[in-house]
């Protein structure tokens, strides 16, 4: 997806409170800024634009994961929320739709879009939740008829709720005499803001239900450029892709190999990402790939 110029405030926000995190000269940071300004291009790739940015702002200030701290938060408040997610969950007949609503109510727990969010408040709602886009009923007639699922997560925090969705997947598929997915979840390699690694994907349990792969990149979402060739091999074989938030949605949606056999599952925070999915901003987006990919294009 390409640079809008709204999309400047953005990202320099974003990047401004990840320097905020770590101990380094002010002036450091403030030429860091004032770097990532100049160098910003309307049109160019917005994941790579970010990607590029961490990887040296991470050398300047001397910091291979600037909030590890942020994240360890993110996982514990989702953790503290789980037990009343999985009460609620027990409640109703649709388990893997309520799963599903969990697992965008992590997507909200973003500290690229501020720092403050109501975890425990969000899941009380799950059951009011309304989605802009909702393709559930063609996810789950696909997900009955798939041998292999990916799951590309996103955040920290999120992922505890991830968990919880890849068990109902089990579940879903044990229920109705089918066997057992073969199902990978796709982490990144290393830190980028606060994305989920190894460690955030087997603190959530998917190690129980998944084979937990890394990206081959410390970037945000699944730039084809950027990740791993085996990670690329493993999307397009993939029967069934399921990829969390933005970042995801951002670096494939239009690359037909993945999107045409991909869900996508978030939050729309922004303008040009609202716009591309054709759904309002702050809408909640479940998508299908194949049927919807054709008619998304970044604006003009």
Same mark, same amino acid.
């Given at each position: 997806m390409r640079l809008q110029v709204t999309c400047v405030g953005c990202q320099v926000s974003t990047v401004a409170r990840a320097l905020s995190r770590? !101990?380094?000269?002010?002036? *450091?940071?403030?030429?860091?800024? !004032?770097?990532?300004?100049?160098?910003?291009?309307?049109?160019?790739?917005?994941?790579?634009?970010?990607?590029?940015? &961490?990887r040296r702002a991470k050398v300047a200030v001397g910091s291979f994961d600037p909030l590890a701290q942020d994240k360890a938060e993110q996982n514990a408040v989702a953790l503290q929320a789980l037990p009343l997610a999985r009460a609620i969950l027990d409640e109703q007949p649709d388990r893997l739709a309520t799963a599903i609503r969990l697992a965008v109510i992590g997507n909200m727990i973003d500290f690229a879009f501020g720092d403050h969010f109501d975890v425990e408040?969000?899941?009380?709602?799950? $059951?009011?939740? !309304?989605?802009?886009?909702?393709? &559930?009923?063609?996810? *789950?007639d696909r997900l009955a008829? #798939?041998?292999?699922?990916?799951?590309?997560?996103?955040? #920290?925090? !999120?992922?505890?709720?991830?968990?919880?969705?890849?068990?109902?997947?089990?579940?879903?598929r044990a229920e109705r005499g089918l066997p057992p997915l073969d199902i990978a979840v796709i982490v990144k390699s290393g830190p980028v803001i606060n994305d989920a690694m190894r460690a955030d994907a087997e603190l959530a349990g998917l190690d129980r239900f998944a084979t937990i792969v890394e990206s081959g990149t410390d970037g945000i979402g699944l730039p084809p450029t950027e990740i791993d060739p085996a990670v690329h091999d493993l999307l397009v074989r993939s029967d069934l892709i399921l990829a969390k938030g933005m970042a995801n949605f951002e670096s494939t949606f239009d690359y037909p190999v993945f999107?045409?056999?991909?869900? &996508?599952?978030?939050?729309?925070?922004? $303008?040009?990402?609202?716009?591309? #999915?054709q759904a309002p901003v702050g809408g909640m987006v479940l998508a299908d790939g194949a049927t919807r990919s054709p008619a998304w294009a970044d604006p003009a």
């Open positions: 770590v !101990e380094a000269p002010a002036q *450091r940071k403030l030429d860091l800024i !004032e770097d990532y300004s100049l160098k910003f291009q309307t049109g160019g790739d917005v994941c790579l634009t970010i990607n590029d940015f &961490y408040t969000a899941v009380r709602g799950l $059951l009011d939740l !309304e989605f802009a886009i909702d393709d &559930y009923d063609a996810f *789950r008829q #798939a041998s292999s699922l990916t799951l590309s997560c996103d955040n #920290a925090g !999120e992922v505890i709720f991830d968990g919880v969705l890849v068990e109902e997947i089990a579940r879903f999107a045409q056999h991909t869900f &996508y599952l978030f939050k729309a925070k922004c $303008l040009p990402v609202a716009q591309v #999915a």
